[in-house]
């Protein structure tokens, strides 16, 4: 399967403990993304990727929250003290982007990572 | 970015011919409209994008009037299989997506 990866599927941690999610896309991809989505709702935008460099953090994204794309292929997500209003669906997608901030080729999705905070 | 406003939700049988349409008064000049699907516990996926008049791929239709203030997505013929949320994004060069909550289309037998 060539799509985009994440890992885990699911899971559950309790408040206040730090949680670590992996993103793995397209592999000719240069940018990723990075959503949160909450029941009934849209994904939210919270950073993107340009290879390695993070070109953009939405205000959604506190201080706990970190992510790394380390040599511009996989991505991870650190959410650092865990609290119950960071349950959400948190999807990952990527693109290829022929530069510049932000554009709008289509992106390709992967199945998320569900997190429950009990 | 253009804000943008769809009906939360819509009914259809199978075999009908179902349309969704998109407000987006304020669309800016160089931005392009985006539709995307998405399925529970699934990340949304691509539908059809267009900048102006009609679009077409394999699986829907996307008119856009002549003021783009509008676009309606044209899924022909849809089956129990295209029950899901449907979003219409709307953006350009320089920003990023932004997803409302999009319209639940449910498909009756």
């Known amino acids: 399967d060539t799509g985009v990866s994440q890992d885990p599927r699911h899971k559950i941690t309790k408040r206040g403990q730090n949680v670590t999610f992996r993103c793995d896309p397209i592999s000719e991809h240069n940018r990723l993304y990075w959503y949160r989505q909450t029941l009934g709702q849209g994904p939210e935008f919270l950073t993107y990727f340009q290879n390695e460099a993070q070109l953009e953090k939405s205000r959604l994204l506190s201080d706990r929250f970190s992510a790394e794309r380390p040599k511009g292929s996989f991505s991870t997500l650190e959410i650092q003290r865990t609290e119950q209003g960071d349950s959400a669906m948190y999807l990952c997608a990527s693109s290829l982007s022929a530069g510049g901030q932000g554009d709008f080729n289509e992106q390709f999705f992967g199945p998320g990572t569900r997190l429950t905070v009990l | 970015l253009a804000k943008t406003t769809q009906p939360i939700s819509m009914d259809s049988y199978e075999g009908q011919e179902v349309n969704i349409t998109c407000s987006h008064n304020?669309?800016?000049?160089?931005?392009?409209i985006t539709w995307y699907q998405q399925f529970p516990s699934q990340g949304p996926r691509f539908i059809i994008q267009g900048y102006k008049t009609k679009v077409t791929n394999e699986v829907a239709s996307l008119f856009i009037p002549a003021d783009r203030k509008s676009s309606t997505l044209s899924l022909p013929r849809v089956s129990l299989s295209d029950t899901a949320v449907y979003y219409c994004?709307?953006?350009?060069?320089?920003?990023?997506?932004?997803f409302g909550p999009g319209t639940r289309l449910s498909v009756l037998p």
């Open positions: 994004l709307v953006g350009g060069y320089g920003q990023n997506f932004v």
């Open positions: 304020n669309i800016a000049t160089n931005d392009y």
